[in-house]
């Protein structure tokens, strides 16, 4: 079972940037997702962004493109989302989610991620105006 640690979280001014890791134990299988996901109080859980293993491809919201980058350490088996010129709807707990299926990123990633089934215990993202 895989097993997922999120960290990062924490206190940013708008404008300001904070990087979420998240460290993938358990897989027994090279080609995986891992997605970023987010909810906040009264929200649905949404997708922020996703990255496929082992080509690399990745998926994000229309609402942090060119803001957000995911990337991937595999030495570490760390994902990390670096989150830049952060606005306060970006703020909220902050998923990292992972599954092992052979889809294409965007088809794993949308809908708020209900095809992973591996999750981790969130991190608290918030954004002071």
């Known amino acids: 079972q895989p097993q997922l640690v999120e960290s990062g979280g924490g206190l940013v001014q708008a404008g300001g940037s904070l990087r979420l890791s998240c460290v993938v134990s358990?897989?027994?299988?090279?080609?995986?997702?891992i997605g970023w996901f987010r909810q906040s109080p009264g929200k649905e859980r949404e997708e922020v962004s996703c990255i496929m293993s082992p080509d690399g491809s990745t998926y994000y919201a229309d609402s942090v493109k060119g803001r957000f980058t995911i990337s991937r350490d595999n030495a570490k088996n760390t994902v990390y989302l670096q989150m830049d010129s952060m606005r306060p709807e970006d703020a909220g707990v902050y998923y990292c989610a992972a599954d092992a299926k052979a889809l294409r990123v965007r088809a794993m990633c949308v809908n708020g991620g209900p095809l992973f089934a591996s999750w981790g215990q969130g991190t608290q993202v918030t954004v002071s105006s």
């Open positions: 358990g897989f027994t299988t090279d080609y995986y997702g």
